[in-house]
């Protein structure tokens, strides 16, 4: 059963467009983190956020932490060509290494 | 440091036939883990590791095995390879410390096929 679910799936913007990923869950993570995966390659970390409302800042792209940390989202100001790539955020089940993944959502920011 | 290494990068198999993906480490990394990727489903864990010597399941452990001899490396051996398992593999490692806290770091994954 996926915990995490993410929206949109799908995404294609023009460049300069605002966006937000969402990442949902019914359970309590200690923890989310945010990938970003470049077709062939491996998943590299964005951010991680731990404490119930946080938000963290990179660049362009701004990361909240649901106060009750079962939710997360990622929203890009201003969207590049550059920000093209698969989303996906990720927790580990309550005390244990057990990761999961969200689905993923697949952005194309149109130059 | 080369980071997570894994071989091979494609491959192709028979359903029946049996291999091993292997992946190591140079970042004296604790936590090792084997995800497998397919279409519209993200990343699932299939089997990882904490330290030399101990491993455990994941979401999807059916199907394979592991064993963590070494820091360094992590093989995952698929035991008698279906169709179902074509996907593209991914191995990744962090430094162990609390839960989902570490940031995991990707190999550039494995492509496999089973006909």
């Known amino acids: 059963t996926q915990l995490l679910e993410q929206s949109p799936q799908f995404l294609s913007i023009q460049e300069g467009e605002n966006l937000t990923v969402y990442c949902n869950s019914s359970?309590?993570?200690?923890?989310l983190q945010w990938y970003r995966q470049e077709p062939g390659e491996g998943p590299v970390l964005l951010v991680t956020?731990?404490?119930?409302?946080e938000v963290k800042k990179l660049k362009r792209l701004t990361f909240q932490f649901g106060d009750a940390r079962k939710d997360s989202s990622l929203h890009i100001t201003a969207a590049q060509p550059g920000d093209t790539g698969l989303y996906l955020c990720a927790g580990a089940y309550s005390g244990t290494y057990k990761y999961i993944f969200g689905t993923g959502t697949r952005l194309k920011v149109l130059a | 440091n080369a980071g997570v290494t894994q071989t091979p990068k494609f491959q192709v198999l028979k359903t029946g036939q049996s291999m091993t993906l292997q992946c190591a480490q140079d970042m004296n990394h604790e936590y090792m883990s084997w995800y497998r990727q397919d279409p519209g489903m993200g990343l699932r864990l299939i089997h990882y590791?904490?330290?030399?010597?101990?491993?455990d399941q994941g979401e999807v452990p059916n199907g394979y095995n592991v064993s963590r001899s070494t820091t360094e490396d992590f093989p995952l051996r698929l035991l008698s390879a279906a169709p179902s398992q074509t996907s593209v593999y991914f191995c990744?490692?962090?430094?162990?410390?609390?839960?989902?806290?570490?940031?995991?770091?990707f190999g550039p994954g494995t492509r496999l096929t089973v006909l």
């Open positions: 956020v731990v404490t119930g409302g």
């Open positions: 990744a490692s962090s430094y162990k410390g609390p839960p989902g806290s570490n940031e995991q770091f």
């Open positions: 590791s904490v330290g030399a010597g101990i491993t």
């Open positions: 359970s309590v993570f200690s923890s």
